[in-house]
């Protein structure tokens, strides 16, 4: 547990050293080194991360990746072994109860008190907080049409899901961390719950958000940062992913044409690489002019005659296979 | 699992009303185990520890009668089950229940949450047994007896001593584990293994409940003070206990 410093939160809050740089000012969060095991499982390798003010933050990686604790690392819920975090301007200490008073966290693993009735529930998830946040939290609850007067138990999974939303949608802070917050949700409740994180990041605030559905990834974020193995392995941005479109060209071919000669027959020289999937050929060229693929492509009569060329597009969900190599969902 | 402080209230009620019960039946039974004490003495003779505690009661008239009944038979026996029961859910149960990471997330410190779950429990535990303790002159007059408030509140101070080292035990447990029952079944199953050594003479010395028999409480009503020996020691062996308690939920992961 990093216990280094002790200064009164103003005091930390605008060091020289967090002023200076601008990631450790207000609404971002900064990590550095961060490193992470239980027992012989490494969780989090060596980290760093920073993410500026404002926006919707996409945090992807299938399970067990690390994206759950990191976001735990970040609030203070799991002790820290090893590096910094800042977050909202200051750095993390002891059990970041100060960082929690800055942020709000709900947690992805969804497991409420049954006895408690929903306005209870509110009250605990926002003890700390003013009873403004309070009623905030009811108001939006109520809006998604949660009867608040009942008893925890009695609500369905995306009920609960939704109560935990309001509650951490409701305190006025400049981060708000989620953990699988739609999870469980039916599509017209998970766009409801996009409308509100969006209408939020436009106002100011920064909102990491962790999924695996893809849909809604696409839908809210910004930026998206890929964890897998406990490693960054892609951080992109809406223009570094046209960037890498960019590089992609997608032909099409008939029904029940035998591609698997295809990539050898137009050479390796033509692309950095090529793969075959169904009817489609895909390649991943080694910059962003396909004039000297196409010319390969037309030059070689041997081959059959493609129905559809693309170049350019690039969804999500190609973007997760070609870095985890399975499907997202 | 007891969460928040209208549970502890309830439950500590909840000990306080079987405490008071079982003290109210003792007391209106005195004068018929007065009048018959020699009989009681002839029966418990083929148990030599049960004949020693006749024999003591005996000596200690009322007073030995209400601190045997009260402080060594319900409050020992119920406060060491209540004390267990109260404290083993405190961490544990959450963590049992999966809202560990609920309970951690809200902007309050962990020394914060620890600490008022600490000493909600121990309330719980040891309100009642001052409380049930403080009716006992009342009842007294029933039957035409007294005893002094400050012999009663000193036997209080030493019994909640003793019932605060077990909460602490329970709690530290609590603290590290994730499973209250087990807790709750291996300590309640220590507890009646000790009580059943105390019940053996050869080895009776060997007994925790050889802190709170009714030999140690004539002896505090008797000399009129607290029996240092035996409380500081408790006080301070709850205290380490909070504190090592602390250490493993700062460093706990939900």
Redesign the interface.
């Given at each position: 547990m990093n216990s280094t410093r002790s200064a009164p939160p103003s005091e930390r809050a605008l060091t020289p050293a967090a002023a200076r740089t601008g990631l450790r000012s207000p609404g971002s969060i900064s990590v550095r080194g961060l490193t992470q095991s239980f027992g012989d499982k490494v969780a989090l390798a060596p980290l760093d991360l920073d993410i500026e003010p404002g926006g919707v933050i996409g945090l992807l990686g299938p399970n067990g990746s690390g994206k759950s604790t990191f976001m735990r690392l970040l609030v203070g819920l799991v002790p820290l072994q090893a590096g910094e975090i800042w977050v909202d301007g200051l750095r993390l200490e002891g059990d970041g109860v100060e960082i929690r008073q800055r942020t709000t966290y709900a947690p992805g693993e969804l497991h409420l008190y049954g006895e408690l009735r929903g306005r209870d529930q509110i009250a605990f998830l926002l003890r700390g907080r003013d009873r403004a946040t309070r009623r905030r939290a009811e108001a939006t609850a109520e809006g998604m049409g949660l009867p608040l007067d009942k008893r925890v138990r009695g609500y369905s999974h995306g009920m609960k899901r939704q109560l935990v939303f309001a509650a951490a949608m409701a305190p006025d802070v400049r981060i708000r961390i989620l953990d699988e917050i739609s999870e469980g949700l039916d599509p017209a409740k998970r766009s409801e719950v996009l409308d509100l994180i969006e209408a939020d990041a436009k106002s100011g605030t920064t909102i990491l958000l962790s999924s695996h559905h893809l849909g809604e990834v696409d839908r809210s974020c910004e930026r998206l940062v890929f964890i897998n193995a406990g490693k960054l392995i892609a951080d992109e941005t809406a223009s570094s992913v046209s960037e890498r479109a960019a590089r992609i060209v997608r032909v099409t071919y008939p029904e029940g044409v035998n591609l698997d000669d295809v990539p050898r027959a137009l050479g390796e020289s033509v692309a950095e690489s090529m793969r075959v999937e169904g009817r489609q050929l895909h390649v991943m060229l080694e910059t962003d002019d396909p004039r000297a693929f196409l010319e390969a492509l037309g030059a070689n009569r041997s081959l059959p005659a493609p129905v559809a060329i693309e170049h350019g597009k690039l969804s999500l969900r190609e973007l997760y296979r070609s870095l985890y190599g399975v499907e997202g969902t | 699992m007891i969460?928040g402080w209208k549970g502890y209230v309830v439950y500590g009620l909840g000990f306080l009303l079987v405490l008071e019960m079982m003290l109210a039946a003792a007391i209106y039974w005195w004068p018929s185990f007065a009048e018959n004490i020699g009989k009681y003495k002839v029966i418990a003779s083929p148990i030599p520890m049960l004949k020693q505690l006749v024999d003591q009661v005996d000596r200690g008239g009322v007073a030995g009668y209400v601190v045997g009944q009260h402080f060594f038979k319900g409050c020992a026996t119920l406060g060491t089950a209540a004390a267990i029961l109260f404290a083993s859910g405190a961490v544990a149960g959450e963590a049992h229940?999966?809202?560990m990471?609920?309970w951690?997330?809200?902007?309050?410190?962990?020394?914060r949450l620890l600490t008022e779950r600490y000493v909600l429990g121990l309330l719980a535990v040891i309100v009642p047994v001052f409380a049930s303790s403080y009716t006992i002159p009342a009842l007294l007059t029933r039957v035409d007896q007294t005893m002094q408030w400050s012999d009663l509140t000193r036997c209080s101070i030493h019994m909640a001593a003793f019932l605060g080292v077990v909460y602490s035990i329970a709690f530290l447990w609590s603290s590290l584990g994730s499973e209250p029952l087990r807790i709750s079944f291996v300590m309640l199953f220590a507890s009646i293994l000790t009580f059943a050594i105390y019940m053996v003479e050869t080895i009776t010395n060997y007994s925790l409940y050889r802190i709170v028999d009714i030999e140690v409480f004539m002896e505090i009503v008797m000399r009129n003070r607290l029996d240092w020996r035996f409380v500081g020691p408790m006080l301070a062996i709850s205290a380490v206990l909070y504190l090592l308690s602390l250490r493993a939920f700062?460093?706990r992961?939900?």
């Amino acid at each position: 547990m990093n216990s280094t410093r002790s200064a009164p939160p103003s005091e930390r809050a605008l060091t020289p050293a967090a002023a200076r740089t601008g990631l450790r000012s207000p609404g971002s969060i900064s990590v550095r080194g961060l490193t992470q095991s239980f027992g012989d499982k490494v969780a989090l390798a060596p980290l760093d991360l920073d993410i500026e003010p404002g926006g919707v933050i996409g945090l992807l990686g299938p399970n067990g990746s690390g994206k759950s604790t990191f976001m735990r690392l970040l609030v203070g819920l799991v002790p820290l072994q090893a590096g910094e975090i800042w977050v909202d301007g200051l750095r993390l200490e002891g059990d970041g109860v100060e960082i929690r008073q800055r942020t709000t966290y709900a947690p992805g693993e969804l497991h409420l008190y049954g006895e408690l009735r929903g306005r209870d529930q509110i009250a605990f998830l926002l003890r700390g907080r003013d009873r403004a946040t309070r009623r905030r939290a009811e108001a939006t609850a109520e809006g998604m049409g949660l009867p608040l007067d009942k008893r925890v138990r009695g609500y369905s999974h995306g009920m609960k899901r939704q109560l935990v939303f309001a509650a951490a949608m409701a305190p006025d802070v400049r981060i708000r961390i989620l953990d699988e917050i739609s999870e469980g949700l039916d599509p017209a409740k998970r766009s409801e719950v996009l409308d509100l994180i969006e209408a939020d990041a436009k106002s100011g605030t920064t909102i990491l958000l962790s999924s695996h559905h893809l849909g809604e990834v696409d839908r809210s974020c910004e930026r998206l940062v890929f964890i897998n193995a406990g490693k960054l392995i892609a951080d992109e941005t809406a223009s570094s992913v046209s960037e890498r479109a960019a590089r992609i060209v997608r032909v099409t071919y008939p029904e029940g044409v035998n591609l698997d000669d295809v990539p050898r027959a137009l050479g390796e020289s033509v692309a950095e690489s090529m793969r075959v999937e169904g009817r489609q050929l895909h390649v991943m060229l080694e910059t962003d002019d396909p004039r000297a693929f196409l010319e390969a492509l037309g030059a070689n009569r041997s081959l059959p005659a493609p129905v559809a060329i693309e170049h350019g597009k690039l969804s999500l969900r190609e973007l997760y296979r070609s870095l985890y190599g399975v499907e997202g969902t | 699992m007891i969460r928040g402080w209208k549970g502890y209230v309830v439950y500590g009620l909840g000990f306080l009303l079987v405490l008071e019960m079982m003290l109210a039946a003792a007391i209106y039974w005195w004068p018929s185990f007065a009048e018959n004490i020699g009989k009681y003495k002839v029966i418990a003779s083929p148990i030599p520890m049960l004949k020693q505690l006749v024999d003591q009661v005996d000596r200690g008239g009322v007073a030995g009668y209400v601190v045997g009944q009260h402080f060594f038979k319900g409050c020992a026996t119920l406060g060491t089950a209540a004390a267990i029961l109260f404290a083993s859910g405190a961490v544990a149960g959450e963590a049992h229940r999966g809202t560990m990471e609920l309970w951690l997330a809200r902007p309050v410190s962990r020394l914060r949450l620890l600490t008022e779950r600490y000493v909600l429990g121990l309330l719980a535990v040891i309100v009642p047994v001052f409380a049930s303790s403080y009716t006992i002159p009342a009842l007294l007059t029933r039957v035409d007896q007294t005893m002094q408030w400050s012999d009663l509140t000193r036997c209080s101070i030493h019994m909640a001593a003793f019932l605060g080292v077990v909460y602490s035990i329970a709690f530290l447990w609590s603290s590290l584990g994730s499973e209250p029952l087990r807790i709750s079944f291996v300590m309640l199953f220590a507890s009646i293994l000790t009580f059943a050594i105390y019940m053996v003479e050869t080895i009776t010395n060997y007994s925790l409940y050889r802190i709170v028999d009714i030999e140690v409480f004539m002896e505090i009503v008797m000399r009129n003070r607290l029996d240092w020996r035996f409380v500081g020691p408790m006080l301070a062996i709850s205290a380490v206990l909070y504190l090592l308690s602390l250490r493993a939920f700062q460093r706990r992961v939900p």
